[in-house]
Nanobody, 124 residues
Framework: QVQLVESGGGLTQAGGSLSLSCAAS????????MGWFRQAPGKEREFVAG????????SYADSVKGRFTISRDNAKNTVYLHMNSLKPEDTAVYYC?????????????????WGQGTQVTVSS
């Protein structure tokens, strides 16, 4: 079992930055692939970024590539999402997820564990 708790969401203006953290419980964190997803009102949940178990492989949605950076610290059981040049369309609830497959898959179906989400709001 893995429990995930996100933090760091909030309100910022367009062009601003925010950093999200996801703290995981469990001794097997370092073997899990981790992902960030988001869901805006009235829209389906979408993949944002993923990182494999070692941190050496990452993947990003085209909409955030070059602006967002995912990283992890296995010693702290934490995964991060650093968001720069934020746009109003980045407004959503952001979810952290863990995949036992160990890779940075973009499909939500490969993730078994999810956090409760944290709100990110970007004003224009």
């Amino acid at each position: 079992q893995v429990q995930l708790v996100e933090s760091g969401g909030g309100l910022t203006q367009a062009g601003g930055s925010l950093s999200l953290s996801c703290a995981a419980s469990g001794r097997t964190f370092s073997s899990y692939g981790m992902g960030w997803f988001r869901q805006a009102p009235g829209k389906e949940r979408e993949f944002v970024a993923g990182i494999n178990w070692s941190g050496r492989s990452t993947s990003y949605a085209d909409s955030v590539k070059g602006r967002f950076t995912i990283s992890r610290d296995n010693a702290k059981n934490t995964v991060y999402l650093h968001m720069n040049s934020l746009k109003p369309e980045d407004t959503a609830v952001y979810y952290c997820a863990a995949s036992p497959l160990g890779t940075a898959w973009s499909s939500s179906r490969t993730y078994d564990y999810w956090g409760q989400g944290t709100q990110v709001t970007v004003s224009s």
